[in-house]
C-alpha cells in the first residue's frame, strides 16, 4: 500500500494549498507515490473520516496556518494523533505568520474593530430546541508547535514547489532528516541572492526608502540602494524569488537554527547600517519603517521572545 499522507488549513491565506498544485507536473509524480487521504481543500473529506483512522496510519501531516481558534487546535490534535509525522507547512504553522499580527490585540479588540456595537457571533446559539456552535475565538495565535508536536518544519509564504518536492521526496526516503529540522538550506538569504556580489563591504546608510519611493537597480544589492531588505538574517531556499522581482526580501522563511528572535536579528541588520551618531539622524533614518513590529515580526511575532503585546 502506498503510504498515506493528509493537508490541513488552519488560519492562513491559501497559498500553501496553492503552492501544492504549483508543483506542476511534479505533483503527478507525489500523487503515483503516496495515498492523499485527507485534503479538504481539495477533494471531499470529511471531518469524520480522519477521526474513523487508526492512530499513526498517515505517514505525514502537513498542516499549514497558526492556531487562531478551537475548532483549528482540535483538527491539529486529531491529525498529530493520526500521524507518524507532522510538518509545519509554511510560516504561519512554523512562525506564526502573518496571522499572528493579531497578537498586538487581544479577542475584544478585534471583535469591537470588526463588529463595532452591532450584533456579535456567540459560540452556541439555541433557537426552537436547535442549536448550532462555532468555535472559539482565542485571545493568542500560536505556531503549531506550540499546540501539538511537530517533527518537521517547511518554510516559506507559501514554500516554493521545489522546497515542497524536496521535502516530499525526504520524507519519502530511506533516511529520515533529524526530528526538528526545517526542511530548507541553514545559511542566510544573502548567499543565495544573485546581487550578493555588489553589496559593499562597508554598507553604511543616512536614510531608508519604502519601495514605492524609487525605482530600485535591477542588478545592485537592495539593501546598499536603502531599502529595508531582511535577506541578512532570513534562511534561504526560496532561490530569491522577491530580489529577483526587483522587492526587498521581507523575511518569509524565518531564521536560520543560529538566529534565535527573528525579528530581533532582522532589526539588528538594519540597525548595524544605519550612519547616525545622534538620535535625531537615527530616527530621521528609520522614518521609512513607519511599521517596526509589521516590517521585523511581520512573521514571526507568535513565535518570538514576545510572544503578543501585554494588555492591561
Excluded at 523575511?251 to 539588528?268: E, I, Q
Aim: glycine share 8%; proline share 7%; net charge negative.
Amino acid at each position: 500500500m502506498k503510504p498515506k499522507v493528509a493537508f490541513y488549513w488552519c488560519a492562513s491565506c491559501g497559498g500553501c494549498e496553492e503552492a501544492v498544485v504549483d508543483l506542476d507536473e511534479e505533483i503527478l509524480n507525489v500523487v503515483n507515490a503516496v495515498d492523499i487521504v485527507f485534503w479538504p481543500v481539495a477533494l471531499d473529506f470529511k471531518r469524520r473520516d480522519v477521526e474513523a483512522m487508526p492512530d499513526g496510519s498517515i505517514l505525514a501531516s502537513f498542516i499549514n496556518g497558526a492556531i487562531r481558534n478551537s475548532e483549528q487546535r482540535e483538527m491539529a490534535e486529531t491529525l498529530r494523533a493520526k500521524s507518524q509525522v507532522v510538518v509545519a507547512f509554511g510560516s504561519c504553522a512554523q512562525l506564526g505568520g502573518i496571522p499572528g499580527l493579531a497578537n498586538l490585540f487581544d479577542a475584544k479588540e478585534i471583535l469591537q474593530e470588526v463588529y463595532g456595537d452591532g450584533v456579535r457571533p456567540q459560540m452556541v446559539h439555541r433557537e426552537n430546541g436547535h442549536s448550532l456552535s462555532l468555535p472559539e475565538f482565542f485571545d493568542t495565535v500560536l505556531a503549531l508547535d506550540r499546540v501539538i508536536g511537530v517533527d518537521y518544519y517547511l518554510p516559506g509564504c507559501p514554500p516554493t514547489p521545489k522546497i515542497i518536492a524536496g521535502a516530499l521526496h525526504a520524507l519519502l526516503g530511506a533516511d529520515l532528516p533529524p526530528k526538528g529540522a526545517v526542511l530548507a538550506p541553514d545559511h542566510a538569504l544573502c548567499e543565495q541572492c544573485p546581487r550578493k556580489d555588489t553589496r559593499p563591504e562597508k554598507l553604511v546608510l543616512k536614510e531608508f526608502k519604502r519601495p514605492h519611493q524609487m525605482i530600485a537597480d535591477q542588478q545592485t544589492c537592495l539593501l546598499a540602494q536603502g531599502l529595508a531588505c531582511l535577506g541578512p538574517g532570513t534562511r534561504a531556499g526560496c532561490e530569491a524569488l522577491c530580489p529577483q522581482g526587483n522587492m526587498p526580501c521581507t523575511g518569509c522563511f524565518g531564521p536560520t537554527s543560529r538566529v534565535r528572535d527573528f525579528g530581533a536579528k532582522a532589526l539588528s541588520a538594519i540597525a548595524s547600517v544605519i550612519d547616525g551618531n545622534t538620535e535625531a539622524e537615527i530616527a530621521r533614518a528609520l522614518d521609512a519603517v513607519p511599521d517596526p513590529a509589521g516590517t521585523f515580526y511581520r512573521y514571526s511575532l507568535p513565535s518570538s521572545l514576545l510572544g503578543r503585546r501585554r494588555m492591561g
